[in-house]
């Protein structure tokens, strides 16, 4: 697996674990950031290190991402054959739907700690 689909991966697997760390505004930002990129991995990959670069919320989350989960994720669903510009794309449009419903408030996680 490349080091772009390795990105890839670890961002979708932090919006399936913590869906919290994103706000209803980042949820927005990514989605209309997919929708400018082309169907190419490591594009993709790139555009979406840079995004979470800002967000050290996010950036903390996948440095720590303990490495038998990265692992996991390498192996998951036997996965052999490259992962397509357009299988990531869906996979992260899926997991940041996915996230806005396992997270329903959008407030920020400072606020929810009241």
Known sequence: ??????NILTFVYILQKQPELLTSSDRADILKLLATLPDDVEEI???????YETRPQILDAILNVPI???DSL????GRRTPITGTESKEMIENSVTQSSK???SNSSPS????
Do not use: F
Not at 45 to 51: F, P
Not at 74 to 77: D, E, I, P, S, T
Not at 111 to 114: G, L, N, P, V, Y
């Open 1 to 6: 697996m490349s080091p772009y689909e390795e």
């Open 45 to 51: 990959s790139n555009a979406i290190a840079l995004w």
């Open 68 to 70: 038998e989960d990265l």
């Open 74 to 77: 390498r192996a998951a669903g």
């Open 102 to 104: 396992s997270n329903p």
């Open 111 to 114: 606020e929810t700690k009241k």
